[in-house]
Structure formats: structure tokens, C-alpha cells
């Protein structure tokens, strides 16, 4: 979706959208997790909390004005779940169809 001249409410209603809605969402690992580790960081992503997520993403917005919904969704999701994982290097990748 084009970046048109949208208030930042706006703009983190639709990332939030993405983040929900995606058809594909995945967290992107290094090859020592456990497996319970993993399962653990996919229902963390499941279940991410609105509020957790608003605060990050207002933040990155702040900085980033004209950054992507897409991108302003992946990035706000990550630190939430890498904060709950006590972790830093987890990403996420959301795809498809919202």
C-alpha cells in the first residue's frame, strides 16, 4: 500500500492490521534454539499484546515517520517478542494478504 500523508494513528491502525492479519507469519531463528524456545516465540506472536505493540511502533514511528507499514509492522512485532524472549536477534516476516 502507497504511504500517502496519513496522521500516525492512522498509520499504526494499518500496521497494526498487517501485523494481525497476515496471511504468512513467521519469526526467523538461528540454528541453537530448542524447540520449545520456538514454540514458545510463535505463540508469543500469536498472542502479542496491542499495547506492547502500539508503544514499540509509536517509537520506531517517531524516528521513521515515512517508514513502511510493512516494515513499521515486522519491526514493532520483533521487539515485542524479543523483549518477552529476553532475546535480541529474532525477526519477523509477515506476508500475503491482509
Known amino acids: 500500500m502507497a504511504r ?13 492490521d498487517i501485523a494481525m492479519n ?10 541453537t534454539e530448542s524447540v520449545v524456545f520456538i514454540e514458545t ?3 508469543e506472536f500469536r498472542d502479542i499484546d496491542r ?4 508503544r514499540e ?9 515515512s517508514i513502511s ?3 513499521l509492522a515486522e519491526e514493532a512485532a520483533a521487539l515485542v517478542i ?4 529476553n532475546v535480541d536477534y529474532l525477526t519477523v516476516y509477515l506476508g500475503g494478504d491482509t
Do not use: C, G, H, V
Not at 4 to 16: G, P
Not at 51 to 54: A, G, K, P
Not at 82 to 85: G, I, R, T, Y
Open 4 to 16: 500517502r500523508n496519513r496522521s500516525k494513528k492512522e498509520t499504526l491502525e494499518i500496521a497494526w
Open 22 to 31: 497476515s496471511m504468512t507469519r513467521k519469526i526467523n531463528f538461528n540454528s
Open 41 to 43: 516465540a510463535n505463540r
Open 51 to 54: 499495547e506492547d505493540w502500539w
Open 57 to 65: 511502533a509509536e517509537r520506531i514511528f517517531s524516528t521513521r515517520p
Open 69 to 71: 507499514y510493512q516494515n
Open 82 to 85: 524479543n523483549k518477552k524472549m
